[in-house]
């Protein structure tokens, strides 16, 4: 119940609700034709937050400034472990492994696999499950293990964290199976990857960041048409700020690394 809740008063938090409470209370208020100053106050400022978050100039710079935390890391160090941190996939039987995975968490598999690669006599750990999860269940754990396979990883060289359902449960599962001191190469978006390290290394873990799937491609300022993608791109980096403000206020993430 508590994840529920959870997932819930962060969506409430996401831009596109408060834009839509705005532009409905004062609609609200000026068919009822009261407080017409405070419904044009709301129409003003659901119009305006609209269009400010619609276009690309201040969603690709709160990005931006997540993103670039941590350089790509193109040859990794000798480390015993890769972890690959779930992003959700699609529990359809019916469709294959890699069709179920979301596009984040392919992402996130190829360069874990990639790295992987280049270090044969490390273990590769895939994270994701649902609440509730029973041994039948399909997690994205499961169709991530099922794919790196077919790529090549060989089987019992793959962990799965089947069980946790956020990013502070997935440092609790790769804890069980990496000791502190041991070298481990953690994969998950650039977006992602501020808040996941904050957690991790609460955990006592030595993560060498390997951020990828990068959302602003540097150099880039893009037209400035209003799109939905750049309300999208804000709540995400919006939630990655909330979940990181949220995990240091319980406890579970340390102080923010020093990079150069």
Excluded: C
């Amino acid at each position: 119940m508590s994840f529920q809740l959870t997932k819930l008063a962060g969506a409430l938090l996401m831009p596109l609700p408060l834009i839509l409470g705005l532009l409905i209370l004062g609609l609200v208020l000026l068919y009822l034709n009261r407080a017409r100053r405070l419904s044009l106050v709301a129409l003003t400022s659901g119009t305006l937050l609209l269009l400010l978050l619609s276009v690309p100039l201040l969603p690709r710079q709160a990005a931006t400034a997540i993103e670039n935390d941590y350089p790509r890391l193109w040859m990794p160090p000798d480390a015993s472990w890769v972890v690959v941190l779930g992003a959700g996939s699609r529990p359809d039987p019916s469709l294959s492994p890699v069709s179920r995975l979301s596009t984040n968490s392919l992402h996130r598999l190829a360069e874990g696999v990639r790295l992987y690669r280049q270090l044969p006599a490390a273990t590769l750990i895939v994270t994701g499950g649902v609440p509730d999860v029973t041994e039948h269940t399909l997690t994205t754990a499961d169709d991530l293990a099922t794919v790196a396979a077919s790529w090549g990883v060989p089987p019992e060289a793959i962990l799965r964290a089947r069980e946790p359902v956020n990013t502070e449960a997935e440092a609790d599962a790769v804890a069980r199976w990496v000791k502190p001191g041991e070298l481990m190469i953690l994969v998950t978006s650039a977006l992602h990857m501020r808040r996941a390290v904050a957690l991790f290394d609460e955990k006592g873990l030595a993560v060498v960041p390997a951020p990828t799937q990068g959302l602003v491609p540097d150099g880039v300022v893009g037209n400035q048409i209003p799109r939905s993608g750049n309300i999208s791109l804000m709540e995400r980096s919006l939630k990655e700020i909330i979940g990181l403000w949220w995990a240091r206020l319980r406890g579970e993430a340390g102080a923010p690394r020093e990079t150069e």
